[in-house]
């Protein structure tokens, strides 16, 4: 069974301050999406990496997908109220996606 | 455009009763899927659907039933509701046209929050 742990699971912050989430498997993956969920919503699409190696940047948002392909970070720089949410990672295998767990952003004004 | 609508918001069940889940989707998307998301679990799959008349069991099946008669439609079927079945679900859809089908984004509906008591 492929899985992905993100850590860690829960992180606050004060507005300004840089973070890093990272999530992690044993297992290749075709692809890798982050994911924004803010309460009494649904997941909201980010970002999607396809490539060992690949950064992709999103404002204040930087996204790495690792060189094997088993892991990747999201860092963000000068962390505002806004960025605040459940940040879910998902690998593609064989057609569907598997989520991990998630890491539980507060970021406090 | 709505995207993907699901209905109820919140719905509360005695054990034993049942109830479908409503999810329409007005993207004209093929894949249609149903996830449980229990708090600090994840989001666990239960059905997916690639396109009208195909169903395929995901990774948390058991007590629950899906049907997909239109692209709109798939709806969601607890016969015996139990407790176990707390949770928030989510129904997602993808255009499924791509040839890495996971790059694709999924558009998410707002969920429904069902408890069992």
């Known amino acids: 069974t492929q899985l992905l742990e993100q850590s860690p699971q829960f992180l606050s912050i004060q507005e300004g301050e840089n973070l890093t989430v990272y999530c992690n498997s044993s297992?290749?993956?075709?692809?890798l999406q982050w994911y924004r969920q803010e309460p009494g919503e649904g997941p909201v699409l980010l970002v999607t990496v396809v490539t060992g190696g690949e950064v992709k940047k999103l404002k204040r948002l930087t996204f790495q997908f690792g060189d094997a392909r088993k892991d990747s970070s999201l860092h963000i720089t000068a962390a505002q109220p806004g960025d605040t949410g459940l940040y879910l990672c998902?690998?593609?295998?064989?057609?569907?996606?598997?989520f991990g767990k998630g890491t539980k952003l507060s970021v406090k004004p | 455009n709505a995207g993907v609508t699901q209905t109820p918001k919140f719905r509360i069940l005695k054990i034993g009763q049942s109830m479908t889940l409503q999810c329409t989707q007005d993207m004209n998307h093929n894949y249609m899927y149903w996830y449980r998301q229990d708090p600090g679990m994840g989001l666990k799959l239960i059905y997916y659907?690639?396109?009208?008349?195909?169903?395929d069991k995901g990774e948390v099946p058991n007590g629950y039933n899906v049907s997909r008669s239109t692209t709109e439609d798939f709806p969601l079927r607890l016969e015996l509701a139990a407790p176990s079945q707390t949770s928030v679900y989510f129904c997602a859809s993808r255009r499924g046209t791509g040839l890495v089908a996971t790059n694709e984004k999924l558009f998410f509906g707002s969920g429904t929050q069902l408890s069992v008591l």
């Open positions: 998902a690998g593609g295998s064989q057609g569907n996606l598997i």
């Open positions: 659907s690639v396109g009208a008349g195909i169903t």
């Open positions: 297992s290749v993956f075709s692809s």
